[in-house]
Every structure is written in C-alpha cells, then in structure tokens.
Nanobody
Framework: EVQLVESGGGLVQPGGSLRLSCAAF????????MGWLRHAAGKERAGGAAICNGGLSTFYADSVKGRFTISQDGAKNTLYLQMNSVKPEDTAMYYCAADYRLGNAGTLLEGRYRYWGQGKQVTVSS
C-alpha cells in the first residue's frame, strides 16, 4: 500500500513558477510510475506529467511540454513537478498518483494509477 501526500500549490501569476511536491509512504520501492495529473471539470484526471521505470522514462502532455518538469528523488520518496511559465489554462487541481503495474501506456490517464493523493489547487491568475 502507498500513501501520497502533496504539498505546494496556490496562487501564481501568469509567467511565474511553482513547484509541487508529493511525499510517498509505504511500499514505494515497488512503484513503477508516478505522475501529476490534473482535473478538468466533467472529465477524468489526465494530462500533466509522469515518470516511470526508475526515472528513465518521462511523459508530458503537449500542453505542458517545455514548461513543466517532473522529477523524483532516488528513493522515490518524493515526486516533484516544477511548473514554469505558467498560464491561466494551467489552473486545475493537481493530483499525485502512483502505480505498481509495468508498462508506459496511459501514463497521463486516470485509469493507469491505483494510488492517489488528495490533490493541490494551482490557480494561475493576475
């Protein structure tokens, strides 16, 4: 079992930067993928970024590519999302997620992940 606790988030101006952190507890060494997925009203959590295979593979939604960077420490205790050049459309609830299953399919989709944090609100506004 894995527990995920997010920190960070809040209000940031367009063009600014923000970092989200996710502390993982439990059987973290068994985790294959972790991700930051964001919620859009009426849709499943999706997009954002993911990191898999011990950090060897990263995935980014087209909407955040080049602006966001996902990373994790060597022990997978903490997952980070560095958000740069943020835009109003980045406003969302951001969820930390993790899963034991192998494979890189659907890493930016809600169904890929078993374990979830409670989410952190990120609001990009002037």
């Amino acid at each position: 079992e894995v527990q995920l606790v997010e920190s960070g988030g809040g209000l940031v101006q367009p063009g600014g930067s923000l970092r989200l952190s996710c502390a993982a507890f439990g059987s973290i060494n068994s985790i294959y993928c972790m991700g930051w997925l964001r919620h859009a009203a009426g849709k499943e959590r999706a997009g954002g970024a993911a990191i898999c295979n011990g950090g060897l593979s990263t995935f980014y939604a087209d909407s955040v590519k080049g602006r966001f960077t996902i990373s994790q420490d060597g022990a997978k205790n903490t997952l980070y999302l560095q958000m740069n050049s943020v835009k109003p459309e980045d406003t969302a609830m951001y969820y930390c997620a993790a899963d034991y299953r192998l494979g890189n399919a659907g890493t930016l989709l809600e169904g890929r992940y078993r374990y979830w944090g409670q989410g952190k609100q990120v609001t990009v506004s002037s």
